[in-house]
T-cell receptor
Framework: SAVISQKPSRDICQRGTSLTIQCQVD?????MFWYRQQPGQSLTLIAT?????????ESGFVIDKFPISRPNLTFSTLTVSNMSPEDSSIYLC???????????FGPGTRLLVL | AQSVTQPDIHITVSEGASLELRCNYS??????LFWYVQSPGQGLQLLLK??????LVQGIKGFEAEFKRSQSSFNLRKPSVHWSDAAEYFC??????????????FGTGTRLQVTL
């Protein structure tokens, strides 16, 4: 399976600022996903990032708040904009290697907003 | 819409005892089903998956799961739990396709505590 890394692994940010999270994969993949895991909660899909096209956002998530880039087949970024304490979560990226729907996850970015 | 229910929020078992974590899904067609494990401070690791064929699937770390269509269930089992199995376990259902990938819907998770 693909090896996925995320940067930063954790961060503490002030409200009103923005943080960009990077997701790097060791192989080319078509589909990448970004999830949010709020404290003590399950995973919620933020958006699907397909290389060469605009990201597709799930209900409740908007591009102005969570802009996503997907410049090539091995890399994506998620920005959490104008942060508030409610944005404190773990943000995970995942990839689908094209083997029929299996997703593999990165280690996550733990964000605390003060 | 697809959905997943994990009825047990927290389970405690003794080391060496057997384990069964419950998962019920809702999906209109044949689902793709997954179990993931999340250890403290870690990302999600895939334990096993079911796409089709044999309804009893084997995974890593000695885990297995059985797909029962009549009960809309995909319960995870392990015959003998080790202390290192303490973690959060998530069941997920896929099958809602976007392009060439399947969107996953996760259950709320079951936290497993193992006593020595």
């Amino acid at each position: 399976s693909a090896v996925i890394s995320q940067k930063p692994s954790r961060d503490i940010c002030q409200r009103g600022t923005s943080l960009t999270i990077q997701c790097q994969v060791d192989s080319q993949v078509t589909m990448m996903f970004w999830y949010r895991q709020q404290p003590g909660q399950s995973l919620t899909l933020i958006a699907t990032a397909n290389q060469g096209s605009e990201a597709t956002y799930e209900s409740g998530f908007v591009i102005d708040k969570f802009p996503i880039s997907r410049p090539n087949l091995t890399f994506s970024t998620l920005t959490v904009s104008n942060m508030s304490p409610e944005d404190s979560s773990i943000y995970l990226c995942s990839v689908d290697e094209g083997r029929g729907g299996t997703q593999y996850f990165g280690p996550g970015t733990r964000l605390l907003v003060l | 819409a697809q959905s997943v229910t994990q009825p047990d929020i927290h389970i405690t078992v003794s080391e060496g005892a057997s384990l069964e974590l419950r998962c019920n899904y809702s999906y209109g067609a044949t689902p793709y089903l997954f179990w993931y494990v999340q250890s403290p401070g870690q990302g999600l690791q895939l334990l096993l998956k079911y796409f089709s064929g044999d309804t009893l699937v084997q995974g890593i770390k000695g885990f297995e799961a059985e797909f029962k269509r009549s009960q809309s269930s995909f319960n995870l089992r392990k015959p003998s739990v080790h202390w290192s199995d303490a973690a959060e376990y998530f069941c997920a259902v896929g099958g809602q396709w976007t392009g060439t990938a399947s969107k996953l819907t996760f259950g709320t998770g079951t936290r497993l505590q193992v006593t020595l």
